[in-house]
């Protein structure tokens, strides 16, 4: 009998097994992603850090870039004060030539050169006079003449009253002036822009004939001119228009190379 009831169980066993085995379905094996192994010199990555990366390189898991903006008038200080002046830059390129300007006007006529001859012997002399009397009006003033008597080679401006150097030596200059009734007379003769000599006359109730001269060695180049000097007197040379009072003379007396 127990041998019968052993059976009969092992039998009713079989068959509920099968019949759960036909009755409840069957449930595939869970297939695990693959993971990315750490090589010798690399630090484990978490399980945790690759599922973050693998979701912010999704669209749907991305994280929106934030872009602060900052107000630069709030941030803007006071105005500084004005620095250095700066090393001058680099020479830029030459630019392009323009347009030609318009004519200019015409310039007086030069004194002519020297003469060029060199077998010839060079002279040098001039005797120019005033028929005009002169008042001083400025502390210095240039005196010039109307009349010319001698100018040899023009080498004596007219224009300018100025004996111009074309010859370098030595020269012989005179000057001859009439003073005024009661005016102080008072004339430098002048070597370039320097007096080299006085003429000079105190004030009197007789007018007369003063006169100075010397002997300078020039260059050329230089110039001998004549001007007033204005103290606290009034200073006055007399002259007429039917005769000459004042006479300015030079020559060369010796060239420097002959």
Not at 20 to 31: H, V
Not at 116 to 123: E, F, P, V
Request: with cysteine; proline share 5%.
């Amino acid at each position: 009998k127990m041998s019968a009831v052993f059976l009969l169980l092992l039998v009713s066993t079989a068959n509920i097994g099968a019949m759960l085995e036909k009755g409840l379905p069957r449930r595939e094996p869970r297939r695990l992603s693959c993971v990315r192994c750490c090589g010798p010199s690399e630090q484990p990555v978490s399980i945790i850090s690759s599922r973050y990366t693998r979701m912010s390189s999704d669209p749907a898991y991305s994280v929106p870039k934030v872009q602060p903006t900052i107000d630069i008038t709030i941030l803007k200080g006071e105005k500084g004060e004005m620095g250095e002046k700066g090393y001058p830059g680099a020479v830029g390129k030459e630019g392009e030539r323009g347009l030609r300007g318009f004519n200019g006007r015409k310039g007086q006529k030069g004194q002519p050169g020297p003469q060029g001859h060199s077998c010839k012997q060079l002279y040098a002399a001039f005797s120019v006079g005033r028929r005009k009397p002169l008042h001083s009006s400025d502390y210095f003033q240039h005196v010039t003449f109307d009349t010319e008597f001698v100018n040899l080679y023009k080498h004596f401006n007219m224009f300018s009253g100025k004996f111009f150097c074309y010859v370098a030596g030595v020269y012989y200059f005179s000057l001859n002036v009439h003073t005024w009734n009661f005016k102080e007379t008072y004339l430098h003769l002048m070597k370039n822009e320097k007096e080299v000599a006085i003429l000079y006359a105190q004030p009197s109730d007789r007018s007369i004939m003063q006169s100075q001269s010397l002997m300078l060695d020039l260059q050329e180049g230089e110039e001998v001119w004549v001007r007033m000097f204005k103290r606290e007197r009034e200073n006055a040379i007399y002259s007429e228009e039917s005769d000459v009072y004042i006479i300015f003379n030079g020559h060369l007396i010796k060239p420097a190379i002959e």
